[in-house]
């Protein structure tokens, strides 16, 4: 936790911050064990926008792993998918534990407790491809913390940068100013070039577009 071990804390969020360096173009998903119960959103934190951040169906009560799990959230414009959907509270919960039953404080018993501290994050801008998140009990796996899945549609996807339209063609220069066979072929092209566009020209076009346009284009095909 934040206050026994505050060091290893921010280290922790430290990294998760490198992660985040990743291209915006490129989705970014946090899955795991985070120790932290983000809790059901108060009226203030609907009043906050936190609601941007977490989904309706948090459960419990914020603790200060939570709090520093918020402001992480916030900080990068990420989301909680496993709190977005609404599910029967044995798979909205993703670990059991265990408590002294002060019923009886004479006794060594004790009664199971359950919490959300596992989660699914995902870019907030993602959120629209969410379909479904939820924990699952009872997998044969060696844990006190359940499965946690989320769903998401692909399809439903759009592209948030376009695409970059493919440049021009780069030449060496160099080699056109030091290698007299490249001069004699680039020349030769270059004559020939221009000659035939000037005899497949409109007469009217001579006098302009032959000497601007078409001699650009010219200069290019010979360089390639």
Not at 30 to 51: E, H, M, P
Not at 88 to 115: A, E, M, Q
């Amino acid at each position: 936790s934040v206050r026994d071990n505050p060091v290893i804390a921010d280290m922790f969020y430290r990294d998760l911050r490198v992660a985040m360096s990743a291209p915006k173009n490129y989705e970014l998903f946090i899955c795991g064990d985070l120790n932290s119960k983000i809790g059901k959103l108060s009226k203030s934190d609907i009043d906050l926008c936190v609601s941007n951040h977490v989904g309706k169906f948090a459960i419990g009560t914020r603790n200060e792993n939570g709090s520093n799990l918020l402001e992480f959230l916030i900080e990068h414009d990420l989301f909680l998918a496993n709190t977005a959907f609404q599910h029967k509270s044995r798979h909205l919960t993703t670990r059991t534990g265990r408590i002294k039953d002060w019923s009886d404080p004479s006794s060594n018993k004790s009664k199971p407790f359950y919490s959300m501290i596992d989660y699914v994050i995902c870019r907030r801008r993602f959120k629209s491809t969410l379909v479904d998140s939820r924990s699952y009990g009872g997998t044969q796996v060696d844990s006190d913390h359940k499965v946690v899945v989320a769903r998401f549609q692909f399809k439903n996807r759009h592209l948030t940068f376009p695409k970059y339209a493919k440049s021009d063609p780069k030449f060496d220069c160099n080699l056109l100013a030091a290698n007299p066979d490249i001069q004699m072929k680039y020349s030769t092209k270059l004559s020939a070039s221009i000659q035939e566009r000037a005899v497949n020209s409109d007469v009217n076009d001579t006098e302009c577009n032959l000497r601007v346009d078409s001699l650009i284009k010219s200069i290019k095909d010979a360089a390639k």
